[in-house]
């Protein structure tokens, strides 16, 4: 290009490393529905990573404290000693983990804990197994990190789990990391003890892979799903595994921007030395706040958890009564991951076949105006997810739109 001619129009070469991570799926999704709205059409997005409720009061009210006391400067690379006392506090009461100050690690939000961590770890052509379908996140984290996601179709006959023999196939010599999220984005399924088990016994026949769980969802579960991190599990597994956790989810705190873990002190030093070049130290503000949110009161979460788990039925019982839709009933999260395998190769009034579950979920926002995520996004076809953090007004409208929009389909 001749700059001279165009001094405003310089081509922009990007990184080799961010090649091949595209926009995500759901982020275009929500634009078009953004869109669609400001056009003024009635849409209903149920994409929304994120719960309707607000933050609790003690916990905005401990972040006021925070700045008339001046917690406003930078803080401790990563994470006050107070929070972590708060988050080691919280791995022994509620996971019955022991970690030491110097084995937790803070950061803005999970997602900066995750990208640490590969940051931290991985060479270049380094193997990260990550059971699909999987949170977008994982696979394009992992790349921009130069390693390689290694996904592993997940069966719905197996609740959409990994399964033992499936990770015994999947290890290389290149394994560096397995990645359990449970409960599950997008899915919402769930791993109880008896289900990691055998994938625990997997990994101590393998000392050089290590385990990081993504235990974001571990609040948000239903009909006495008992909860448990693989550390608990298998203890000889402590000091190979990363056990990620944070504010977000369970507190309605995704914008104060606060996640963290525990894990062996080797990688959370790494973890700091990223973490020190790119935001020096997790929001001074957000720190207080989180102490507060750990520390304070929690009987609240069963509360929310059961208005989650009224609006997980109305959904299910709503989709599993429309022809050609198949939805499991997850363990937890605030998600649905229904099959929309009966639909394919039906053609929409406009003559248009339904190929892919793309195609379906570009003809509900098309003609009902309901946006959802195909399972494509997420890496497992053909499957659709609705989260269903939203009233229950707005998802007995959605579930009514999308039943008459299948009922059209010949
Ligand atoms: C499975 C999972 N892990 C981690 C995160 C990131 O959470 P945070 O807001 O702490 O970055 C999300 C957010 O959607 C998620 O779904």
Known sequence: MDLEANPD????????????????????????????????????????GEPDFDTPDNVKEAAKAAIDHGATKYTALDGTAELKRAVAEKFRRENGVDYAPDEITVSAGAKQVLFNAFMASLDPGD??????????????????????????????????RLGAEQLEKAITPKTRW?????????????????????LLDVLLRHPSVWLM????????VYDGFRFVTPVAIEPRLKSRTLTINGVSKAYAMTGWRIGYAGGPKALIKAMAVI?????????????AAAVEALTGPQEFLVARQDSFRRRRDLVVSGLNAIDGIDCRTPEGAFYTFASCGGLIGRTTPSGKRIESDSDFTDYLLETVHVAVVPGSAFGLSPYFRISYATSAAELEEALTRISSACDRLV
């Not at 070469?13 to 400001?38: D, E, F, P």
């Not at 769980?213 to 948000?220: G, S």
């Open 275 to 287: 973490q020190s070049q790119s935001t020096s130290c997790p929001c001074s503000v957000s720190q």
């Open 178 to 198: 397995v990645l359990l999220n449970s409960p599950s984005n997008p899915s919402g399924a769930a791993y109880a003890e008896a289900d990691y088990r055998p």
């Open 9 to 48: 129009q310089a081509d922009f070469r990007a990184a080799s490393r961010i090649c091949s991570v595209g926009v995500s799926k759901i982020l275009q999704i929500g634009a078009r529905a953004a869109a669609m709205k400001r056009e003024g059409l009635p849409v209903i997005v149920l994409g929304a």
């Open 213 to 220: 769980v993504d235990d974001m969802y571990e609040h948000i």
């Open 127 to 160: 193997e990260v197994i990550i059971p699909t379908p999987y949170w977008t996140s994982y696979s394009d984290i992992v790349e921009i990190c130069g390693g390689v996601p290694v996904l592993i179709p997940c069966d719905a006959q197996a609740g959409l």
